[in-house]
């Protein structure tokens, strides 16, 4: 055996390919460290969605519970590695040791190892379960009343006692508090808002509530969905604007007013073939035949920085090629109920429609 073994690995090369092997794999170790230096380098980059610059006071409350959460698991950590580090050296073997005894079962031991964890989870849930029931309970008095609905794929707020129905653009002022009421018309989706508040799920034939109030103003969020519901879930976010409640007030009023009436010859065109080619079925425009609820109402849709979901700023080339083909922006679009279709008219004729569409600021 022992002179057959040395020609065995010579003639099947076996050493070659153990060493390619183990030079593979420091390769691979290596690489594997690259990467995840590239990902806590990229990490540093300034990124709008972060959970650590928080804006409210309920997405404060949530940045302070992760650092609590985290906090404890460092300690935990530590605690446990440290044990473990000084259990493998103090009792590491020596060459000639005896083989050390099997051990079965420690009572006391087990005890304390399920006792443990129970507590730090009942530590844990304590903050977190009066935080998941404060940011639901009823807002303080004098708040601004919203109620956000999901779509597949675009957000719906409706301000009911202001008689304002809008989408994708979320105002809300500093100095009050803003409740919100969530709901689906569809599938359901998530309600994020990461520098605002935490994560809802809207379920549809269910409400549920989050209310938060604003730190500063002249600040904007980009919000999205965050539940799988459909191709465009990644392409389902939406825009909240924190206003000083001058700014808010302004606002307010301004989406209050019915459409303004088209005034030059294209716009009018526009108005004409926007009430004739089916848009009215879906979409609203206050002042105007067009009454249909299953789309965004328009009455001020120049008025938002963004459309399509907060896919494409609000310009009159945007439209044109949301207009003419919605599933080159969102995917599934027009291919799903209740989902904009293709438009099925002249390219002229939507230029017409999107020259209108910009008059309704
Ligand atoms: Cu809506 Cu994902």
New binding site residues.
């Given amino acids: 055996m022992r002179s057959v073994l040395p020609r065995v690995v010579a003639e099947t090369g076996l050493m070659r390919r153990v060493s390619r092997h183990v030079s593979v794999s420091r390769r691979s170790i290596v690489a594997l460290w690259a990467v995840c230096v590239a990902v806590l380098l990229s990490s540093c980059a300034p990124y709008p969605e972060n959970t650590f610059a928080p804006e409210s006071n309920n997405a404060a409350d949530i940045k302070n519970l992760f650092l609590f959460i985290i906090l404890l698991a460092a300690v935990v950590y530590v605690i446990v590695v440290g044990l473990l580090g000084y259990t493998l050296w103090r009792y590491r073997g020596k060459p000639g040791d005896p083989r050390p005894a099997a051990v079965h079962g420690n009572t006391r031991v087990e005890i304390i190892w399920t006792a443990l964890p129970v507590l730090i989870l009942v530590i844990i849930s304590i903050p977190t379960l009066g935080l998941i029931f404060s940011s639901q309970a009823a807002a303080p008095p004098g708040s601004v009343q919203v109620d956000a609905t999901?779509h597949?794929?675009w957000f719906e707020f409706t301000y009911p006692d202001l008689k304002i129905t809008t989408a994708g653009e979320l105002h809300v002022p500093t100095g009050r508090a803003t409740s919100m009421t969530l709901t689906?018309a569809d599938?359901?989706?998530?309600f994020w808002s990461p520098r605002l508040w935490g994560k809802r799920d809207?379920i549809p034939n269910h409400l549920s509530y989050i209310w938060f109030t604003p730190d500063k103003a002249g600040f904007v969020d980009d919000g999205?969905?965050?539940?799988?519901?459909?191709p465009?879930?990644?392409k389902?976010g939406f825009q909240v604007v924190v206003d000083t409640p001058a700014a808010f007030d302004a606002w307010v009023k301004n989406q209050q007013q019915p459409a303004v009436t088209p005034a030059t010859p294209e716009a009018q065109r526009g108005q004409q073939l926007f009430l004739q080619s089916g848009c009215t079925a879906c979409h609203t425009i206050t002042g105007t035949a067009a009454g249909g609820t299953i789309g965004p109402n328009l009455t001020h849709v120049a008025s938002r920085r963004m459309i399509a979901a907060d896919q494409l700023p609000n310009n009159a080339a945007s439209m044109q090629r949301w207009i003419k083909n919605p599933a080159s922006v969102k995917p599934g679009e027009g291919q799903f109920p209740n989902t904009m279709p293709p438009a099925t008219i002249s390219d002229a004729d939507i230029a017409s429609i999107v020259a209108y569409l910009q008059t309704l600021k």
């Fill in positions: 999901g597949t794929w689906s599938v359901q989706h998530g809207m999205e969905c965050t539940q799988l519901c459909g465009s879930h990644a389902m």
